[in-house]
């Protein structure tokens, strides 16, 4: 199966799943309303993980991000594709994660209902090719001034961007 064909799970507007199923591509195509995932990656320092995403990305091609996430598969819980998210994108594993809630978003590329967490990990990055072209671990205070010099993906700033101003 490639990844266009993967089912997802199309999600309400009460943030959980309707019990439809659509195709990938087609929840792409349409900008179906679904579920995802964001996982903010510290070390034992405080930095986060920064990442640009690959060029062949079908949604913010090229743009930085401070979170690892996607979309959730049909049938999958949220904390369990978090961590399958984190593992795919950088390789990240044996760590819990902990919830940093739940929220919405919507934009003429996507929509939908997101689960955030963030965790602690000091292990090494392994990039996935076909997702991240660079990255690298920044200060609460670098990764800031980023936000006004590199194009981010808007929904990890606009979802987390409470967080991120807390953070320390």
């Known amino acids: 199966m490639t990844p266009a064909d993967e089912p997802v799970a199309l999600y309400g507007a009460d943030g959980r799943p309707t019990g439809e199923v659509a195709p ?5 195509a ?66 819990e994660l902990t919830p940093l809630g739940e929220a919405d978003y919507a934009d003429e590329h996507t929509a939908y209902h997101a689960f955030a967490y963030t965790c602690v990990y000091d292990g090494p990055i392994t990039w996935q090719p076909e997702e991240v072209a660079w990255g690298a671990w920044v200060s609460v205070a670098r990764l800031r001034e980023m936000l006004g010099e590199e194009e981010f993906v808007p929904d990890t700033v606009a979802l987390l961007a409470d967080w991120l101003s807390a953070a320390g």
Do not use: C, M, W
């Open 24 to 28: 990938r591509a087609e929840v792409r």
């Open 30 to 95: 349409r900008n179906l309303r679904h579920a995802a995932t964001l996982v903010v990656v510290r070390n034992s320092r405080g930095e986060i993980y920064v990442h640009r995403r690959t060029d062949t990305k079908d949604v913010f091609p090229g743009r930085h991000d401070f979170a690892a996430g996607g979309v959730l598969q049909a049938g999958e819980i949220p904390y369990d594709a978090a961590v399958r998210e984190a593992f795919e994108e950088l390789g990240v594993h044996g760590v």
